[in-house]
């Protein structure tokens, strides 16, 4: 038989209503009254109901992410820190893939909205005005994407992008191609402004390609374009991208990084496991993930009159695909 609040009561000599308020507003009990009440739901292995619990409460227990690409190892690593956060403050998790598509985004907020306490939408693809629209259907903290008067847990794309061209120059590369994300990624727009600020400080030749599908068949496309363009070394938005970039060079006989050098973003796993093992740049999804979850909670017991935002630091690993230009 589930132990019973009323099982509580009965063990800590007390009524159900100083259970229930014990739980869920100690404040209002005495202090040695709480404790004896927690002392008996210890004992007993008490949990809470969590429906009987957002009846009193106003609370749900639970919080929604969604995210643009399940099939991005990217997102799921975002997942897995959300989750084992959300876990540690007793919330469950909701999870929704929008694949890509900024007008299903918009429609799962609106859904989750009526389940859960708040979302964190992450690397969201709507519009700033879109995104104001669904923060007003629940508590909304962005993950990857600045926008003023929303939380955010953001990551340092423009100075890891800055950091990758500056590499590239020191080992003697003065043709670049970059292969651009989705135009209105805001990650792809942080990459650009990296991109361009190092460009311009060291005069760097840009072959600026794209749109791409930010996807292994973006990569595949993308290489002989940058092939064509002359580049001796290529920026891939990401990670999947640039194994799509690396297969399609394989294929036609051009050596990495002998003939042409290639960097990612992101460092996923199959960063470092393909070969040659690839240069790019470490994104802090794990940390920003409990930051996400950290901003929302505080978020629900704010009063909303600042919003803050908070960037992580990114790294540039060097591995074997890059490698000075041929003379």
């Not at 000599?13 to 100690?26: D, E, F, G, K, W």
């Not at 995104?131 to 003023?148: D, F, K, Y």
């Not at 363009?229 to 920026?235: F, M």
Request: net charge negative; aromatic share 4%.
């Amino acid at each position: 038989m589930a132990v019973t609040i009323r099982d509580v009561a009965r063990r800590a000599h007390v009524s159900v209503a100083t259970v229930s308020r014990a739980l869920t507003s100690p404040e209002l009990v005495r202090p040695e009254t709480r404790s004896r009440v927690l002392a008996a739901a210890t004992e007993l292995g008490y949990q809470p109901n969590r429906a009987a619990r957002g009846l009193i409460t106003g609370k749900t227990g639970n919080i929604g992410i969604v995210v643009p690409d399940l099939d991005n190892p990217f997102f799921t690593g975002v997942l897995k820190a959300v989750q084992a956060r959300a876990v540690q403050a007793d919330y469950a998790v909701f999870v929704a893939d929008s694949d890509e598509d900024p007008v299903t985004e918009a429609k799962l907020v609106h859904a989750m909205a009526k389940q859960v306490d708040g979302v964190v939408l992450c690397a969201p693809g709507l519009e700033d005005a879109q995104i104001h629209e669904v923060a007003g259907a629940t508590s909304l903290v962005l993950l990857n994407r600045r926008l003023p008067g929303v939380p955010a847990a953001l990551m340092d794309s423009a100075g890891g992008m800055h950091a990758v061209v500056d590499h590239l120059v020191a080992l003697g590369h003065h043709r670049i191609a970059y292969l651009n994300g989705p135009r209105t990624s805001w990650s792809n727009q942080e990459r650009r402004r990296g991109l361009m600020k190092a460009v311009a400080k060291h005069g760097v030749d840009l072959a600026d390609l794209g749109p791409f599908a930010p996807r292994y068949e973006g990569g595949l496309q993308a290489a002989d374009l940058a092939v064509a363009a002359g580049t001796t070394a290529i920026v891939a938005y990401n990670d999947i991208m640039a194994l799509g970039v690396l297969a399609r060079l394989r294929d036609r006989g051009i050596s990495v990084p002998g003939d042409v050098s290639v960097t990612g973003f992101d460092d996923l796993t199959y960063a470092s496991l393909c070969s040659p093992a690839l240069t790019t740049v470490a994104m802090p999804v794990a940390q920003a993930g409990r930051t996400a979850v950290n901003l929302l909670l505080d978020w629900l017991d704010s009063d909303h009159s600042e919003a803050p935002q908070i960037v992580a630091e990114t790294q540039l690993i060097v591995r074997g695909t890059t490698a000075p230009p041929r003379e």
